[in-house]
């Protein structure tokens, strides 16, 4: 069952101005992950928060990490009409034994010129 | 590195028919596994492998089979092709599912009849 859930489910913005996505998830984690989808493409690894961690920076996006409620946000500065894409939370969850990560359902995101 | 290579990248089956869709990849990586994405959705697990020689159910198995018997290759079976298997099918990989990113081949998008 899909633990992440994204939202919005669509986001719609003007070019340079800033995105903000967030998921949730049920369970303890030992990490969580980004992914951008572009239309018709596989999924790219944007970046990697572990639980231990509050806030990462990569280029223009930042991500954030709240365990005790279990959400996370993906925020991209001055957007670009390159950005324009899925963007996708991944979980794995916390455990021995436990293979399979954990997707959530992706934020449509689109940059309008 | 050619990373993650899937194909074929589209086919049409007729109810009934078997096929197998081919992965590689030629990282070294321990851990692969198959998802399909439906439209507007994320990403559902179909199955997975630690290794070479070990391979597991994910969320959506049924209908689905796997191998692994080296650590380049992948290959996910289709037993008799369902109209509800409609959809594009990833191959992924890391050097391990806990704390590493995963990196997608290209898809393939079947359309079963």
């Known amino acids: 069952s899909q633990q992440g859930e994204e939202d919005p489910q669509a986001l719609s913005i003007q070019e340079g101005e800033n995105a903000t996505m967030n998921c949730s998830y049920k369970t303890s984690i030992n990490n969580l992950q980004w992914y951008r989808q572009n239309s018709g493409r596989g999924l790219v690894h944007l970046i990697l928060?572990?639980?231990n961690e509050r806030e990462k920076h990569s280029g223009r996006l930042r991500v954030t990490l709240d365990t005790s409620k279990k959400s996370s946000s993906l925020l991209i500065t001055a957007s670009r009409a390159a950005d324009t894409a899925s963007y996708f939370c991944?979980?794995?969850?916390?455990?021995?034994?436990?293979?399979?990560?954990?997707w959530g359902a992706g934020t449509k995101l689109i940059i309008k010129p | 590195n050619a990373g993650v290579t899937q194909t074929p990248k589209f086919q049409v089956l007729k109810t009934g028919q078997s096929m197998t869709l081919q992965c590689a990849q030629d990282?070294?990586?321990?851990?692969m596994s198959w998802y399909r994405q439906d439209p507007g959705m994320g990403l559902r697990l179909i199955h997975y492998s630690v290794g070479a020689g070990i391979t597991d159910q994910g969320e959506v198995p049924n209908g689905y089979n796997v191998s692994r018997s080296t650590t380049e290759d992948f290959p996910l079976r289709l037993l008799s092709a369902a109209p509800s298997q409609t959809s594009v099918y990833f191959c992924?990989?890391?050097?391990?599912?806990?704390?590493?990113?995963?990196?997608f081949g290209p898809g393939t998008r079947l359309t079963v009849t």
């Open positions: 928060i572990r639980s």
């Open positions: 990282m070294n990586h321990e851990y």
């Open positions: 991944a979980t794995t969850p916390s455990g021995r034994g436990n293979y399979q990560l954990i």
């Open positions: 992924a990989s890391s050097y391990s599912y806990r704390e590493y990113e995963q990196y």
